[in-house]
């Protein structure tokens, strides 16, 4: 997820100043925050109350697996040359706070529950915006929300965590094309801003299914080499990283969806699962003419 950094900045203190160690990151490291604890490429600061050490420990030895898992798939000369600052910044329910990266590469996790491994479970794709936005890249918005998603699923393919709690994008996805409330990707991608967030259950499954499909498809250096194309993302950027139109591409992905689908075979218990018994239950599913318009 991304947000603008406007949100945050309220909460942000003064900046603190640097010592001349080479272990002090060179991004600015928000006040407010009670723990602080390092590691190779990362500084944790928690809020008081939110981690103990051996949680940042514990944190901090999966975050360097993934920060391996991310620059593997990147590369080195697109991996940030500081430490990256990651804030363990507390209870996002009812603040409607998301995991997001800032415009200086810094990290805001939350968690949901009461568990504080609730604020890992974004960690790895949060990680894929950072090292852009540290190293010099603009945030590509669908695009980028797709990829990440994608190297995200890559790496960790059964997450419990929003947003397809343990069930396959397939599934998800799947079953909103069956029943007719799947939003056109082509809307997703041009009104990527204003439904990202509200239409969450479509737009996060429909994206995720998608990017994996492209990464199934072509291979996950192929979508890499097209968030880093200095042709760009638009539609021309399609055809040039897969051949294909985006719209061709769309097509394509709608049929294998469909197939792949049907072969589930208990696919509505399943979504019955997911939709009444799993968080999603909580999220909003737009409808067409209510929360959204195809015209707009
Ligand atoms: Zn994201």
């Known amino acids: 997820m991304n947000r603008s950094v406007k949100r945050v900045a309220a909460v942000l203190g003064p900046v603190a100043v640097f010592s001349a160690t080479p272990f002090v990151a060179q991004t600015p490291e928000p006040a407010g925050y009670a723990h602080r604890y390092e590691t190779e490429h990362f500084v944790f600061l928690a809020r008081e109350g939110e981690a103990t050490r051996s949680e940042l420990q514990w944190a901090g030895g999966r975050a360097e697996g993934w920060f391996e898992n991310v620059r593997g798939v990147l590369g080195e000369d697109r991996t940030p040359s500081a430490q990256l600052v990651v804030l363990i910044d507390g209870s996002g329910v009812g603040s409607g706070a998301v995991p997001h990266v800032d415009g200086q590469g810094r990290l805001f996790l939350y968690r949901y529950t009461d568990d504080f491994q609730d604020y890992l479970d974004s960690l790895l794709h949060e990680l894929v915006h950072a090292f852009r936005r540290t190293t010099g890249y603009p945030y590509l918005g669908f695009v980028e929300e797709g990829v990440a998603a994608a190297i995200d ?10 947003p397809l709690y343990g069930f396959s994008a397939d599934l ?8 007719d409330r799947a939003i056109p990707l082509g809307v997703l991608r041009t009104r990527h801003r204003a439904l990202n967030l509200r239409c969450q259950i479509q737009s996060y499954s429909e994206r995720v299914s998608f990017f994996g499909h492209l990464r199934d498809t072509f291979g996950l250096a192929a979508l890499i080499d097209f968030i880093y194309d200095p042709a760009g993302v638009d539609s021309a950027g399609y055809e040039h990283a897969f051949g294909r139109s985006f719209s061709d591409l769309v097509g394509d992905w709608e049929v294998a969806l469909s197939q792949r689908h049907r072969a589930i075979p208990d696919a509505d218990a399943q979504w019955a699962a997911y939709i009444g018994e799993s968080p999603a239950k909580y999220q909003n599913i737009c409808k067409p003419g209510k929360d959204y318009s195809v015209a707009e």
């Open 153 to 162: 699923e890559a790496f960790l393919p059964d997450k419990m965590s929003f």
């Open 172 to 179: 998800v996805a799947g079953h909103l094309f069956k029943v």
